[in-house]
């Protein structure tokens, strides 16, 4: 809502404020303003003057030489190129040392040799709207009217000596878009009287009744509609004043007829719709959803068809408008038109909200019904509407108004006690700032004691509870003026669930070995599936698909976190970091039966491409499979996860088929870690071998173990052995471990691989492997000789069960 | 004898001095004192001697050995500690190449915010609950007063999965979701972080973003106390000398509604670019629990009263970090990430 301060002034006595100082009252009282507009700002010694004669430039076709009489006692000779301009005409002039908005400083200059004192200006030029200007005007001089007084500032006659408030309004302030709610706000803040317009109309001898009739056939999207009816009727530009104050509002400006609604709905915030009275069928309108089938020529020339949950004017035979939204073609005023009938009514906002979207059609009538408007205020504004049409000798005002109200139009009645607005607050305001408070926003109180009876009027219809008052008490008491306090209440535990504690412990692990955390968004599509070869039929498939997505990039979410990671480890490759290693901790999505939300999996997903960090003494470490496997495992360990396991995946078509494994824990599948299929990494235009894990992160919280014990440390010496043997190549190392500790009976504690080795020394399909083993017992030293037998077991069940030949 | 015993000695002092390290020491050890040393040489010699001059070499041969080893011992000390030395010396590096790099990953900045957010209102007695980013309708936004086709809605354009399902545009639906959990129980107090989703994707908006929502419910809950929760938070969060200012605002689950402004970090109140030259930064939205909302999930508004706020993740990540670019947040360019 833009607010002219010039019009405000009309309502509210400023002449002990600055619009500075009122804008700041009011952001700290609760109508912020955004943004204050100098209408002139930047124009400087500009001053009406009339083109006392007008010559051809001797040397230039295009320019002429006026004489101009801008009030200074003498003639100016000035050059224009400009081609409207026509002796006797008052013009802007822009005198020598004049400033214009863009910065131009008017200088004394020759013009093909010919003197020039000053400059002509256009329109534009002092910052208006082109397309609101006199036809006359545009694309040349602004040409003012003819009895314009010459020599006055050109600010004071075009109202460019105005400040614009800008107001950003909360959804519930609907009040606020009229001049006079902003005018009874004001009052409030400034704490000084608020004059609403006198309203008084002045009617010819005929009736309204047998003229017109009105129907509201649905009551429940229409609750009141006020008809009143123009005659003799007069097309012609509204005078200056009401112009202005439309521009410094941003509307243009159109004509009598069409500026009166306009300027009504500012002032009071009531759209108005003129109808011409000749073209209803019937003389009648009648508001009704619309018919199925139905269309319906709206003002900007485009057939509209017509849904029921739309709400019409109609006539006796078709509709004519679209209700609060726009009107219809054939009953648009025109030049011709004698009678009027003119709307004021209250439609439901819901309604208007749905249709103006729908249709795409927003308007500053529109956005009044959606937000409320004053179901008290019809008759009024018709009033307020009907008195111009007779100052601006528009039209007369035949006798009366039609007023269809379906619902009773009463200030609503809230009790307001003291004492709950010291237990909401947290302070006493006396009772006289209470009251002082309230009637300064124009509602009625009745003190009775330790309560108020408050009696709030029509427009303020986001008002309708204790807790509403309040607000009003607090924000205009100020809300910097109550205390700061602390709850004063039993201590509570602020703490972790065990839940979140994992998922703490999850990231911090991961981040101590050395993966970088990345967010990435939650949105996904299927062809991102595509790119990882993800069959058509697969589960990773079924997504939780938006209804309105931004684009078909993201138009459903995530089932799985690679992607993403893919896309971050692609834009840095990209940017030329060729070392990445990178994890996400966040939701993929499943969608469940209609009805019920999707399941919400915590997932947590690792990517590595290239190298550890270069070093001068040797060799960086290349990120393989065994690097991300390391970084898995160290996550178990750090959870406590017992029972972990892993087994070659050789069919997800996503990964590397010699390179993936399935990670299970007991038994249990959790994830996946591997290289990514080099078609996957090409597609993501990747080179070099990529490698990823996920981990079902919800399952890790499920299976983690955080419960520490403390067992005693052993007192007696262990003892440490080496075995190696030889084995084929395709016996996993997973096996020979189950092997060896399902053999190492009690005495065995722990079993580590030290050496791999696959080449010229060793037979074609084989490999050389080399284990330590710990032994220890609790209660005794161990001999020689018992360690002796258990590893000989060992080794003859791994020649039994693998074809282990031991080796030296 | 004697003077061979003479002789002896003088030669083992020279060779002693003459040795140069440990092992030349050794050779002369056993070149005079070992087993089949000069010395033991002479000793067996004496079995020509006669009956009285026996026991005076004897005994000055073993003074000429206790000399000799005493001068040894003293002169391998010496060799040793030379030894050492040079041996310290020879291993010198250069202390001022890098060490072995060690790779620590870095945690996301808005992760690290967030993290920050959860410990200060722990401190301050807050649980942390949490909701889906999938929410239904209900609880976005009929449990928080918003009835369909309430104009306010317009405030924040939501991605649809159904009619009645949809991508949260909020954390605030954790309110009514945890209020219905533990009602009528009093106090509650508790924050819900987490994921949110808004229909718009430009320089200042990503169509996911984060939030913090926070609320207490008691007896005797005032708008006092919303007020000196959010001075501490914000003290501790952005600094000490930090003032707050609250702003009437509108949001349909409060009631009355504050916005919340801290004094600006940068300028601290005395107006730049950050500021829009206000010296006042916008925060956190906040207010009194709307009664309906207490209502609708259970709590009796004329028993209990309670506060809420909520705040941008992002935003308080780029104040803090002086971030002038929200897209650098989900970029994840890693030499961005490195920076935190
Ligand atoms: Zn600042």
Redesign the interface.
Known sequence: MRVSYKWLKEYVDLSQTTPQELADKM????V?VEHLEDLGEGIKNIVTGRLAKIEKHPDADKLQICQVDAGTGELLQIVTGAANVREGQVVPVALVGAELPSGLKIKRSKLRGVESLGMLCSGKELGLDEKSLAEESQGGILILPADTPIGKDIKEVLGLDDVVLELEL????ADCLSMVGVAQEVAAVLGVEFHPPMIEVKETEDNIEGLARVDIVDTDLCKRYVARIFRNVKTAPSPQWMQQRLRAAGMRPISNIVDITNYVMLEMGQPLHAFDYDTLGGQQIIVRRAVPGEELVTLDNSVRKLEPEMLVIADAKAPVGLAGVMGGLDSEVTDETKTILLESAYFD??CI??TSRKLGLGSEASKRF???IDLGGCVRAADRAAQLMVELGAGEIVRGVIDICVTSVEDKVINLSLERVG?????EIPKDNVVNILKGLGFGVEDQGAQLVVKVPTRRNDIT?E??L??EV??LYG??N????????????????YG?QVH?LI?KT??????????????SNQKLLDNLRIPQDDSQRRA???????SEE?NM?RTTLIPGLLE?TA??FA?R?KD????EL??T?EPTT??K??V?HLTLAGMALGQ??????GKPVTMDFYYLKGIVEALFTALGLTGVSYAAEKSNPSFHPGRTAKVLVKGEEIGIIGQLHPDVAENFDLSGEVYAFQLAADKLVEKADLVKKYRSLPRFPGMERDMAFVVARDVEAARILEIIRANGGDLLQDVTIFDLYQGQQIKEGYKSMAFSLKYQAPDRTLTDEEVNQVQAGIEAKLAEEVGAQLRG | MRDQLAKIKEEAVAALEAARDLEQLNEVRVKFLGKKGLLTGVLRGMGGLSAEERPVIGQLANEVRAYLEEQLETRQESLKSAGKESRLLVETIDVT??G?????????P??TVL?EI?DI????????E?G?????DYYNFEALNLP??H??R??QDS????A??L?RTHTSPVQPRTMERLAPR??V?AIAPG?V?R?D?DATH???FHQVEGF?I????????L???L??FVQQMFGADREI??????FPFT????EVDVSCIMCNGAGCRVCSQTGWLEILGSG?M??RVLEMSGYDPKEV?GFAFGMGVERIAMLKYGIDDLRL???????F??QF
Request: proline content about 8%; glycine content about 8%; overall charge negative.
């Open positions: 952001t700290m009282s609760g912020a909360t959804p519930n302030r906002g819901a909200r749905r959606e937000k409320g237990l909401i607050l947290g302070i509870l807790e509403d309040v607000e607090a924000r809300y910097n109550i205390p700061t306090t602390l709850p004063d209440g039993p201590t509570t535990q602020g703490a972790r669930t979140q703490d990231r991961i981040l101590s070995c050395g993966l970088t955390e990345v967010l990435t968004l939650s949105f939780v698909v938006l209804q309105n997505p931004l993201q979410l971050v834009r840095n940017r970091v990445i290693a990178i994890f966040g939701n999505f209609e009805g939300l999707p919400e550890t960090a270069q070093n001068w003494q | 190449l890098p072995q790099p060690v790779v620590l990953g870095k945690m996301h808005l992760t993290e959860k209102f722990m401190g301050l007695g807050f649980t942390i949490e889906p980013e999938v929410e239904t369909k086709d104009p306010a317009d405030m991605f649809y999965i159904t009645e399902t991508l009093v106090p107090k994921k989703y229909r994707d990503s169509p996911m207490i008691d007896k005797g809950i005032t708008f006092a106390d007020k000196g929760v001075l501490t200012r609250l702003r009437p605002s509108f009631e009355p509604s504050a009194m709307h009664p009263t947040l989900f970029e994840n360019d890693l030499r990430l490195a």
